[in-house]
């Protein structure tokens, strides 16, 4: 890590069953899906200014959230046939107790119809997209304006309009300082 690199304040975690060592649809497709995983794993990797946790599954991303759930967190999540990263993020925000910021993976461009009506959240197919996601997280002064720089050009890119509030960077649960013993989780 480069000396001039700060360490964010916010970690990720990553919600997609594509990081099962398994194949997940049997085609094609899973190698597709591993390697674009790989990439993006190398990529924060080498950054290495977030704390990363992919998960393989709902539940263990859920059992993180409410571990980290004092923490500023960045959720990611493929969307999968059974719409599965929906549901994780409905859960992780009730955990969060706001309709914090996601950015939604998906192969197949029909999600976006969905996720352009879904509040605060973003719809990639693009890796590029995912890096600038993650870069708009590095400095705490410029986050806010990054986003919304990131919102623009996706919206010209896919030709769609996002649904977002000013409320997409609020974690009501975050605590700065203070004490782990004074901390309550439900699980």
């Not at 004092?70 to 993020?89: A, E, M, P, V």
């Not at 649960?173 to 004490?179: F, N």
Request: hydrophobic share 35%; with cysteine; charged share 30%.
């Amino acid at each position: 890590m480069s000396a001039k690199l700060k360490r964010s304040e916010y970690c990720v975690i990553w919600r997609d069953n594509n990081f099962s060592s398994k194949s997940v649809y049997n085609n094609k497709f899973d190698a597709i899906f591993k390697k674009f995983l790989e990439e993006r794993m190398k990529f924060i990797n080498q950054e290495g200014r977030f704390n990363i946790y992919p998960c393989e599954t709902s539940e263990k991303a859920l059992k993180l959230v409410e571990r980290k759930k004092y923490n500023k967190i960045i959720l990611i999540s493929n969307i999968g046939t059974d719409l599965g990263g929906k549901k994780f993020i409905i859960n992780a925000r009730k955990i969060l107790g706001n309709d914090v910021l996601a950015l939604f993976l998906a192969y197949n461009i029909k999600h976006l119809e969905w996720v352009k009506d879904y509040n605060i959240a973003l719809f990639s197919n693009e890796p590029k997209f995912y890096e600038k996601y993650l870069n708009c997280f590095y400095d705490n002064k410029t986050i806010d304006d990054n986003i919304k720089l990131l919102i623009n050009e996706m919206e010209m890119f896919y030709k769609v309009k996002f649904k977002f509030d000013n409320n997409y960077l609020n974690f009501p649960l975050y605590k700065e300082s203070g004490k782990y013993s004074d901390l309550t989780f439900n699980i």
